[in-house]
């Protein structure tokens, strides 16, 4: 299995920790976030990963080389201009030949990525996209609907409060948590140049009819650290041993 992870971001909702360094590079219980990911993906049989840089680029490049040091094979591209979550995969074509994992670089999260590899391969879909239940009131950028079988009907980006009310009728909603397995014909539905996997990409799919399915996570830990409220929540739950990250040895 090969993996990206989507690192380029200025990670301006982080300042100012971000002033100095890349997102990926702030630091939890003293290791930088993108070594976590990396560790993740390394426990469950990764031994290839590429990274996306734009911002400080040779700050993450320094700090990580070539993956020896891990374990594993590093790659990387750099973004003069920002590609977006999808049109990044571009500059990795050549690499991502098989099924793959796509990992957001500001998560954080124990997922059984072997569980949600098995589960892919089962529902036989182009994508299946690591999602969450949350609470109909809970306010959120993603608005996912799926049939019984979880293949995913409706994908919204930042839909209205007007959408969600009218659409949301159980006591929970699924929302994107930007861990997706991606078959390598993916790359036919990608354009060159700029692209979104929630604008551009995923509704495209699923409008098309191809199998797009939902995996739910909330029985693992995950939090998404982009802001800075949320990354200080993150790293008090690891630094004060509250949260046990079972890829990370002592937790």
Do not use: W
Not at 133 to 143: A, D, G, R
Not at 159 to 184: A, W
Request: charged share 25%; aromatic share 12%.
């Amino acid at each position: 299995m090969k993996a990206i992870i989507l690192a380029a971001g200025r990670g301006e909702r982080l300042r100012p920790l971000t002033d100095t360094i890349p997102k990926p590079l702030v630091p939890i219980k003293g290791m930088p976030l993108l070594e976590y990911n990396l560790l993740l993906l390394k426990h469950h049989g990764v031994k290839e990963v590429c990274i996306n840089t734009s911002y400080l680029a040779e700050q993450i490049k320094n700090r990580f080389g070539d993956g020896s040091n891990l374990g594993i094979n590093i790659c990387y591209s750099f973004e003069k201009e920002l590609l977006g979550t999808s049109g990044a995969l571009n500059n990795f074509r050549d690499k991502l030949n098989e099924t793959f994992y796509v990992i957001y670089g500001d998560n954080l999260t124990d997922i059984d990525l072997t569980k949600f590899l098995e589960y892919h391969r089962n529902k036989g879909g182009i994508a299946t996209l690591a999602v969450r239940k949350k609470e109909k009131e809970y306010k959120t950028q993603s608005l996912i609907f799926a049939d019984d079988d979880f293949k995913i009907t409706t994908f919204l980006e930042k839909p209205t409060e007007e959408q969600v009310r009218l659409s949301v009728l159980e006591d929970f909603k699924l929302i994107n948590s930007g861990i997706y397995i991606l078959e390598p014909k993916i790359f036919n539905y990608i354009p060159s140049g700029f692209s979104d996997f929630a604008y551009d990409i995923f509704p495209k799919l699923i409008e098309s009819g191809l199998g797009v399915y939902a995996f739910i996570m909330n029985d693992y830990y995950f939090r998404e650290v982009g802001k800075i409220e949320k990354y200080e929540i993150a790293k008090g739950e690891i630094e004060s041993g509250k949260i046990k990250l079972n890829f990370i040895k002592n937790g």
